[in-house]
């Protein structure tokens, strides 16, 4: 009597164990079809283009591109990565390290390779004050924001990019947005970093004495490659 008793509690919980091996087996099955389902779905609302070519897409997207993925699929930012140091204006000592980052988050709007600026600028001695604003999330990279446009060529130059420094409350007394290029020379070697505009954020710009005060594309050091990515 006691043996039929035991087979069938043993019966009971076999019969019970592969009910639930079956259930956890179908839910992750479920939850496995739903995810791809779901990456599946925003992957073809995301659209993906070159880096190069941003400046080609509809003009109707071209100032609010919605659900771009703008991908450096030509290897342009890489040739910048690694880490720079030069002497320039005031005779502050410059040193850089730039790293490519990848599908950056604009504005909520897009998506984006960068270049991440993190500079460290000193005379005498004693630090400067660099910018706080605009960092990428959760890093002290400075986020750049695209190749610069040749009128001339009706193309964007590969080896010119565009970043702004931009001060703000944590960098008194500085208060200015200011663009900065970096140009790349042939060899690639050398980065020249040059003052493009500058915007004010009250009346008068106060800005810090290693960016010249005065002359579009004025330079504003030259750096030299010290160590590769």
Partial sequence: MMNKLNLRLMIANN????????????????LFFSLFLLTEVCSAQTKVVALRDKEKIPEENRNFPRDYYFEDQ????????GEWEGVGVGNYHWRVRIAVQKRIDCFGDYWSDALGLEPSITKDGKSAITPTMGLIPGTSFIQGTDFRWDREKKSIDPNS???LFSYGE??????AAIVVYLYMNPDQDTIVLRRGFI???????????????????????TLRRVKKK
Wanted: net charge neutral; with cysteine.
């Fill in 15 to 30: 019969t019970k164990k592969r009910q639930g091996v079956f259930l956890v087996r179908a839910v992750s099955a479920l």
């Fill in 74 to 81: 030509h290897h342009d930012l890489d040739k910048f990565a």
């Fill in 161 to 163: 990019y565009m970043v």
């Fill in 170 to 175: 944590d960098d008194k007394p500085y208060k």
């Fill in 199 to 221: 915007i004010a954020i009250d009346e008068i710009p106060n800005i810090p004495d290693y960016i010249p005060p005065r002359g579009y594309l004025g330079e504003i050091c």
